[in-house]
């Protein structure tokens, strides 16, 4: 995987650090052979999971006088060589510290690639959104409330990023940041996310500048397509990721599930009804492009309400209280692109 990612991806023209996770020799031994190959980078992950491994990345970095970080995920990519040039850009003409996570905008899937490629569906995946009326997420599916229509091409505050690809300033990491091992992977850069709107600090999508994310060619190097599920003939998720508890981790320090079913309907309906009638919601939305079910709370706005009082005056609570199907809560115009 690390010989694609470079084929696809610019790494001439960046200081490319590949944290290593082999759990035997062997893989360890391929992957550090692979990077002296193609002029990577190569270290040891430190234990602790993907937070430590920023931490671990800011200190490399430091010596090349980079303070800033762009994670990806090995299935993903630049759209194109200019995508680059964009985002040194951004980070040049702005001071991004102020900031937290810094998403783009995303386009996810085999399928939604090959769409975008011939000129559909030019934004997808902007962010996930745990506590907002909808189904999690924004992205162009009837299923999601937020507002496409209305949407500008300027950066906008978001709860959480779509992490396959996103962007964090050392000086933001290393100043309100702690290490939490309960989240290795699943769920780290969400609770990196909600750290930063803990403090008041504003997560944000910059829509301008895209990136792939093609998780498809994980199978090619027998991996879960879905990383939370195994595959058949895959190696277990806890042995591929680590701590695989996020949910009940998640329900635990953040006081609500992150769980996008809507709360009516998973009280009323039970088994096969509740099978029956999403099928018929589904159907709804591919027929006419609404989703009836959009506006429901689901189980995480319902949770998040018994412990509400926690996360008064932050933007936890602001995002809760904001409607997506407006737009964004908040852009920020004097970010020059």
Known sequence: MIHEWCSENFTEELIVINLDESTDYESANLCEQACLERGLIYRR???????????????????????????????????????????????????????????????HGDDQIKLFNAGGNQLHTLARSPLEVGDGWYRPFPSSRFNYQQLRQQPFAVESVMWSTCLISTKA????????????FFHAWDDIAFQFLQQNTWNIVVPSITFFHNQMRKLKYNLPLNSPIASKGSKGVDYLYGRNDHLAQ????????????????????????????NRLFEKIARDFGLDPRTGLDTIAR????????????????????????SGPIKYFEDLNL
């Not at 990491?173 to 290795?184: A, E, V, Y």
């Not at 949770?303 to 995002?319: E, L, P, Q, V």
């Open 173 to 184: 990491l290393n100043s309100k940041i702690k290490i939490d091992p309960r989240f290795q």
């Open 250 to 277: 998640w329900e635990e320090k953040w006081g609500f599930s992150y769980d996008f079913r809507k709360s009516l309907a998973t009280k009323v309906l039970k088994g096969n009804i509740e099978t029956f009638m």
């Open 45 to 107: 992950a430190e234990a602790g999971g993907l937070v430590q491994n920023l931490f671990q990345a800011a200190e490399i970095l430091k010596q090349y006088s980079i303070d800033h970080i762009l994670y990806m995920h090995h299935d993903a990519s630049f759209q194109e060589e200019k995508t680059l040039i964009s985002l040194t850009d951004f980070i040049q003409k702005n001071d991004l510290s102020d900031f937290g996570v810094i998403g783009f905008n995303i386009i």
């Open 302 to 325: 319902k949770t998040y309400r018994a412990n509400r009082s926690r996360f008064s005056g932050t933007y936890i609570d602001k995002f809760y209280s904001h409607d997506p199907i």
